[in-house]
């Protein structure tokens, strides 16, 4: 019973499908292919726009090279305090910008609250050489905390970052859960709520390893091309992500599979969440549940073969540990995992 | 026809059997899982030494991230002046290692030659802080000129190398052919002749996505896996890119390919060798073709549906080109090119 | 009457002496002369250790070049959230370290807290690759908000790092202000009490621009000579700034001119903490009034010609400033100062 | 009788009473202060146009934050194969680049040659991601060799660099010597020659340490003040290095005392070009002699206490020494050394 991360789980069927289709014949590499071109459309088609598309293979390429192109090394970025560009990718952003800034900013829940951003950007004097100037936000979409911005709540944060004339990149390397839970049109969720550039992420979500920088004005890429080859991030034989996150948006793949995850998370949260001293430390709107609960009952799932992760210490008795679900959990882990923990 | 680039062809199926086979199930993520582990050994026994292995999805990344953990930025690396790492990423080298130099040297028929090394070390004075300082040599295996350095040849350069305790670097992106062409134990072509580290290459051979970095000393790997990460380099589902690895590794898959790849492009130089007013610029020893043709020849090719790169500008009536075979490449397009050529 | 900083003040004649001394003839360049070394034995004796002393123009340059000889990319520098590297220099630090993260610890009064120490380094995981490695601590002597660390504070500051494995720097932009504050052999308040390096001002204490980095341990400067020349800060005339260092530092110049300005400092504090609805911020040890006073006060003061920053936003009728005395403050002002707030 | 260098020379009395005269008092700190802008409008009347000015402390800076605030990482620039920044800043230009490549490039006497130029811009295919793009060239004036391009000649450079869209950089290490050298108006060998933006130097010419970066299209600065800013170049005093360059730049002070090290260095090539066996390497055109002498001759000009660089090592029987005068070259060195050669 895996429920380590999303990361731990292979691939999915139609993903795999369109790799195996994909490896015969010869086609133009580095991206000048038919395939790559499909997929492009295959984007703008979902984003009703027509927008720039950049497969890579990590979820921090496509954040830092994102963030890189958009801010400069003097220019500083704002994002969650718990936003993987900052806690979980060792200085990443500060390697690809040459030195920018990352701001922690907090907010319940894993979103940014507007006022503390605020509170953030008053510390940086416009103008004044000796302070980092501010160029981008950054928010994440599912949160790291699994919860979901709302279309108005990402406008919010837009309208902040466009009155001072900077970005605003979304991390989403769970987009899918996201917008599955959701609900709206991608583009509601996305450009129209002020969002510039995305790292829109397929490998949690049930590819072998696919990701993606999207402009949604093509122009802002600016020299992205440039800054992707010098990095070691661009693919010779790009087809093959580009197969990926082909079959991960056709037909609506990427949002059944997501959808999948959502669901065992929310069968999840409501099993553990009637059980005595267990809490819900964050709504669980996508496919990962953080739960305080007993640590007698944190050690009774470990035995029962549960894995998962610790995410603070224990203190006074009780333990909040994360369980992630993903498109290839088996339900049955599911329902093993609330049986085991309604029968201590 | 596609004779562009061994990166133009797809994936053979070995490969794809393994990727699928990896799909299923959950495992650690970032490399902690069986998968990559298996691979390892695969390296260790293959290389007959027990050698740091590290994944990455692209040939620059490897050579880069391989290069900037033996290099600082006040160091000086020497290469071909055809070397990959130089011409053709962008400048990677410079912006992983924070700056340092490449310096170009000389040679016949992409080989670094052992008077001109020296000669370009001599440029440089040691201790004296405005020079930069040399740290590194990189060779490249197949050459850019499709031919193959021999024991001796590395030894040699190697000599040179660690004389003033620098690192020599092999940029393996077609090790592959070049250990079918040399039939020696792989051992004696790499760290037993005195390569440190090495870029190991399996995409232009067959796989979709799948370099890594060796190195024959492990305790030289040093900071490594820092700087991988903070590349964005480090793939959360390794074992994709390790089960390519150990499949092609396996049963000496890498070499039946690369072998295949070889002698169609033997087949091709023999060929074109025949007809009047054709020279072969390099002696053929891997896959790569270089020949040198009158502009109508290659014209006709070209109308026959022969692809190939254009090596240098037409002069006096005659053209430089490359031709390129590949594990995939049809037999039957080696032989409709010749009968092509002869038709002529 | 100008408080603003001690940066606004000139040079110290002594200093201008020896740079007129300095002028003449010839010498080696880039600090191959007999002035530079003279200087380096100057600090060996008044810090009564064999040291490695290295001249710069700036404290930026100092700073960062000391933290980025002791923490590679991959590294995190911990430091006080109102350090100048932090707060006041533009990013430099992730420059120089090519995105090592600076991660802001809280302390009253400008001092690090060795509880907050802690508490920020637990965010840490070593050996994790996805997190940045502790490698230094920085503590700023006087500090940004005009205190002294007392040698046992650095001492157990110096613990914590040692315990670890890291580096302790001290950026000493104001070293000769607290030194005179606390009396003890410079040795005591460095690296008898755990300093590993430190960046050595001179510029607010009356030099025209001359810093150093003083590693205490010479074999600890590593390539340091190298990241200088790269970031364009080996000066080729370096005698003209060991001159300054050298008239600095002989003869005690360097504390009586830093003493001059503490007792300055003293007398204001001294003389506005008498009066009503007037606080100061932070102990004033050094050259530095943190005054928390009526805007009413404050805009008189204003009105009168005094010169100084606000440091926060007014709020609830009240204001905090900061006025800073120097080697070159006319004890007038001081007086004037004083009398023109009494008499509001 | 120190023939070194130029650097070895200390500092002209009338820099130094600008020095002693800009130490009084109190003023902004960081460039704001009347001193910096009097100097800025200095530079304005003696280039007969706006410009910006940024004045720094060494060559090495203000050669590469020039070259960085017009060349992004991806760039590549174009300089002489004995270019400072490329044979002797240790790499510094990639550095401040993030990478930028540096290509070198040939001509007879240290001048740039037109057609090596096209040559070399010909191996870099413009929008190819895995070459970097043509973005700067890079001129010395005077050269390295000691000799001075012609308006003429650097109009023609100029015409290649903005067919193209390339920046025109002069490294002016030595202008004052090549102005005195021509005599025409400095706009007429810059700006309207077609030189965008200069590194000025006066450091070589009788300051103590001062340089300046020149746009001579202010806009073209860009972010040029958060780049000096956040590389630790900022200077605090900065008024200190403005009034050297304001003192060094009125009443022609910069070309009487280069005009004087040229007048000697001409000197040195008359007498010694006489003598049997010796030849000129380079016309002597500055301040720089080039000179190929009997090895005898030169073991007896060192052994006379003369002091030089050898410029190349010995080949049958000769050696090319370098011998370099300056605005504080005693007349009488120069006529003892040659007295001394011609008594061999």
């Not at 992707?228 to 693919?235: D, E, F, Q, T, W």
């Amino acid at each position: 019973m895996d429920f380590t991360s999303d990361n731990a789980f292979g691939a999915a069927a139609p993903i795999l499908d369109a790799l195996v289709a994909a490896a015969a014949g010869s086609s133009p590499s580095y991206g000048e292919d038919a395939l790559t071109e499909r997929m492009r459309r295959r984007f703008c088609d979902v984003f009703e726009k027509d927008v720039a598309v950049f497969p890579v293979a990590t979820g921090t390429a496509a954040n830092c090279l994102a963030l890189a192109t958009v801010t400069p090394a003097h220019g500083a970025i704002f994002c969650h305090e718990s936003a993987h560009v900052e806690e979980d990718e060792c200085g990443a952003a500060e390697f690809f910008t040459h030195g920018a800034k990352l701001v922690r900013v907090g907010g319940a829940h894993g979103k940014l609250a507007p006022n503390e951003i605020e509170a953030a950007l008053a510390r940086f004097r416009p103008g004044f050489v000796h302070h980092p100037q501010p160029f981008a936000i950054s928010i994440t979409q599912a949160t790291e905390s699994g919860t979901v911005y709302t279309p108005d709540e990402i406008a919010a944060i837009a309208a902040i970052a466009h009155a001072r004339g900077m970005t605003l990149h979304l991390d989403g390397a769970r987009i899918a859960n996201a917008m599955a839970r959701l609900g709206c049109a991608p583009a509601d969720a996305t450009w129209r709520a002020g969002v510039d550039v995305m790292s829109f992420g397929a490998t949690k979500g049930g590819a072998l390893g696919a990701e993606a920088v999207v402009f949604f004005d093509p122009a802002m890429a600016g020299d992205f091309v440039y800054r992707r080859k010098k990095a070691g991030h661009l693919l010779s034989k790009m087809r093959f992500v580009a197969a990926q996150l082909d079959a991960y948006l056709r037909d609506g793949t990427w949002l059944a599979l997501a959808g999948r995850a959502n669901a065992l998370a929310s069968r999840i949260a409501e099993g553990l969440a009637r059980l005595p001293g267990v809490s819900l430390e964050h709504p669980v709107e996508a496919n990962e549940v953080f739960v305080r609960l007993p640590v007698r009952l944190a050690e009774k799932l470990r035995a029962d073969g549960v894995r998962f992760h610790e995410w603070e210490p224990a203190r006074e008795g009780h333990v909040l540990i994360r369980l992630v679900t993903s498109f290839a959990t088996p339900e049955a882990d599911v329902e093993r995992l609330l049986s085991c923990a309604s029968a201590s």
